[in-house]
């Protein structure tokens, strides 16, 4: 098993989504960016896999996320 998996459980790419992720989580609170905007500023390439990497990890659309900040 890879040292990096060995201690954190989880594949480095997993790892590096989940960073990236958290701080799409961030900028999204943030109403003056667009959510094509942060899905590039969080170093995905499109839009596609920024939706399918982000609704894998938090259970739910960015658009979701961001709707459900407005609450």
């Known amino acids: 098993m890879p040292l990096f998996k060995r201690h954190?459980?989880?594949?480095?790419?997993?790892?590096?989504?989940?960073?990236?992720?958290?701080?799409?989580?961030k900028l999204l609170m943030d109403r003056t960016l667009s959510i094509s905007e942060i899905c590039y500023e969080c170093g995905y390439q499109n839009l596609t896999n920024f939706n399918k990497f982000f609704k894998s990890i938090m259970n739910k659309t960015p658009r979701e996320f961001r709707k459900e900040m407005d609450l």
């Open 8 to 25: 954190t459980q989880k594949p480095f790419s997993r790892f590096v989504n989940e960073m990236r992720i958290g701080h799409a989580c």
